[in-house]
Structure formats: C-alpha cells, structure tokens
C-alpha cells in the first residue's frame, strides 16, 4: 500500500499513460509464455519490411502484366517462387524470350544465396519438428532471414512467433502482387515515389543490427570491396556467392589469427 | 513466350528455389555442428547482406556508378547514419524513401 502510494506520489499527472505504454512495451518483443503476445510480437516484427513487400510486390505485379505475363502466372509467380530478385530477373528473361533452361539457371544462381542463408539458420531449428523445419524453409526470405537471426541470437523465440512472421510476410507479398496486377497496364509511375529504393534500404536497416564485433565490421568492409571487384570483373550474378565465399575463407583466416 | 511454356517454366523456377531453401535447413539440423562451422554460418549474414547491398547501391544500369549521378548511393548515406542512430528497421526504411524522394524531386545533383 505504502509502496503504491509512493510510485503514485512520484510520478507527476499525466503520465499515466506513460506507465501503460512502458508496461504494454516491456510485455511486447520479450520471451514470456503467452501465445497471442507471440502473434503479436510477429507482426510487429513484421511490420517494417511490410512497407518494403508491398512496395516492391505492387512494382512486381505491375511490371509482370506491362510485360505481358498473364495475370494468373504473374500470381502464381509470387505464390510459388517468393524470392523478390529472382522474380524481377526472370520477368525480363521472359520478355527477351530467353531459353527456359538459362531462366532456370539464373534463377539458381540468383537464389544460391538461399543455399548458405538457409544453412546458417538451420542450426536454430535443431528442436524443431521435421515438417515444421521444411514448411519454415520454404518461406524463407532475405528479410525474415535477418529478423530472425537477430531474434535467435538474443533468445529462442516462440515457433509461433516465427511463423507468424513468415505468413504474414507471404500473405502481403502475394496481396500486393494481386493489387499491382490489378494496376497493371494503366499510367503509374512507381519511381517517383521513390519505392524502387525500398530493398536497398531495407537490406541496409537489417545488415547493422548484425554488425556486433570489430571482425563483423571487417567482414562487410571485405563483402562490399569484394562485390565491387568481382562485379567489375564480370561476374555480374555469381557475385554475391563469390565474394561471400572469398570473404568468409578471410574472416576464418583473420578470426583464427586473433585468438593466437 | 506463350502463356503456358511461362507457367511451366514458373513452376521450374519455384521447384529450384524451394530445394535451394529447403535442403541445407534439413540437413544441417540432423547432427551436431563442429565450431569452425558455426563461425562460417555466423559470417554468412554480414557477406550476404553487405554484398548485396553494395550491389544495390553501387550499380546503377548494370554498371559501377560511382558519380553524384547515382541516386540510390547518395540516397544511402542519410539512411546509413539514421540506421546507426536509430537503430530501426522502420525509421531506416521512411528515411531512406524520403531521401530517394528528396534528391529526385529537388535534383540536388
């Protein structure tokens, strides 16, 4: 009693609201045992890279049909292959007529990526059921990738968290696609708001949370000189899984070196 | 192409991402996993991500453009400093919009 009125004395009018909103916060994005907290707390992680999925699904959606991709495949693109680059990539394969088996093959190259992301996350997924660990592998993105490497590294979130997450994500995707269809053909110009710009900045935005340690920072440093160099050789698509490779041979090199 | 060859060649591309997804999550959580490996699959986010974005802001048209002609690059510098100051996902994403939307409708450049 005497502690309440204390607190109740100390805090001056009006922050009442305060308190709820630091109570309602602390409860949100923490590990506590409550399943619609653990919904809540996907969609909120969610809730950033929304901006990105829709921005760059309504682009997909509408190039698709601009480029003569009928409606149905152009949602079928979105519902079956989820992976944003490869998408874009293989609409403009498709257009210059290429052969199915060299779309096929860039689609391979462009996702390989994919291979070492779903590597590095599948260590946290030891505990999980086998269809569990092949229905959250198949919606794997580069962004849910980096949220979730960033929520298993402080804890083990909640399966259901994670999957709301994925879902959400998906479900967004293939909605906005349908949205950019339904736009398609007509006179709007994307660009100028400026959405084009979306996926740059939400990669920056998930890459520096990373970023812990010096070694980390040097890893980025020899990524992003090494993406310059490769690409200026033209290794054009093979760049990202080159320069990750070369880069990660020298961050061993340089983390083995330290300890001694 | 005609409308069907497309569907085909859709299911294709899904099928190749879905097993490039899918594999390596299954087999790396069947057995226990040495150290030096565990370092690798610590570094693999900061490669991928760092490489890709460097692509995305550095080549402009297929090409390393590295003049105030390049938008997304100087459009990136704001965003890179608010992302270190924030430290969210959302602010960096609106900033970064705003930047794009900025240099392209004042032309500072």
Redesign the interface.
């Known amino acids: 009693m005497n502690g309440i009125q204390e607190v109740g004395g100390s805090t001056p009018p009006g922050s009442t609201k305060k308190l709820i909103l630091r109570f309602i916060l602390k409860f949100i994005l923490s590990d506590k045992n409550f399943w619609p907290i653990h919904i809540l707390n996907g969609f909120l992680l969610t809730l950033p890279i929304l901006l990105v999925y829709v921005a760059m699904g309504l682009s997909f959606g509408f190039l698709a049909i601009d480029n003569g991709i009928s409606p149905l495949n152009a949602i079928l693109m979105s519902l079956l292959i989820y992976a944003g680059t490869a998408q874009l990539v293989g609409i403009q394969l498709i257009v210059i007529e290429a052969s199915v088996f060299s779309i096929l093959l860039t689609t391979f190259i462009i996702n390989s990526r994919f291979f070492v992301m779903s590597s590095s996350i599948g260590r946290f997924l030891v505990k999980f059921k086998f269809y569990q660990r092949f229905l959250y592998a198949c919606q794997l993105t580069d962004a849910t990738f980096a949220i979730h490497t960033v929520r298993f590294s402080r804890f083990n979130p909640p399966k259901l968290e994670l999957f709301t997450t994925n879902i959400f994500g998906h479900v967004v995707w293939v909605i906005s696609t349908i949205v950019g269809v339904y736009l398609g053909g007509r006179d709007y110009n994307f660009d100028s708001l400026g959405i084009d710009f979306a996926m740059p900045a939400m990669f920056i935005g998930l890459l520096l949370p990373l970023v812990l340690t010096k070694i980390h920072l040097f890893i980025c440093i020899i990524a992003g000189l090494l993406t310059v160099i490769l690409f200026y050789f033209g290794f054009s698509y093979w760049t990202t899984l080159s320069a990750t490779i070369i880069t990660i041979l020298i961050g061993l090199y340089i983390d083995k070196w330290n300890k001694i | 192409?005609e409308?069907n060859?497309?569907?085909?060649?859709?299911?294709?591309?899904?099928l190749?991402?879905?097993l490039?997804?899918?594999?390596?999550?299954?087999?790396?959580?069947n057995y226990k996993?040495p150290e030096?490996i565990?370092?690798?699959?610590?570094?693999?986010?900061?490669?991928?991500?760092?490489?890709?974005?460097?692509?995305?802001?550095?080549?402009e048209d297929g090409k390393?453009n590295l003049s105030f002609t390049n938008?997304?690059l100087w459009?990136?510098v704001p965003?890179?400093f608010v992302?270190?100051f924030f430290?969210?996902?959302?602010i960096?994403?609106?900033?970064?919009?705003?930047s794009?939307?900025f240099i392209?409708y004042f032309g500072i450049f």
């Open positions: 192409m409308q060859l497309i569907l085909y060649t859709i299911f294709g591309m899904s190749i991402t879905l490039i997804k899918v594999i390596p999550a299954m087999l790396v959580s996993i030096y565990n370092k690798i699959l610590e570094f693999v986010p900061l490669a991928v991500l760092s490489s890709m974005v460097v692509q995305f802001i550095i080549i390393i938008e997304f459009a990136s965003t890179l992302t270190i430290k969210s996902l959302f960096t994403i609106i900033v970064g919009l705003l794009i939307i392209r």
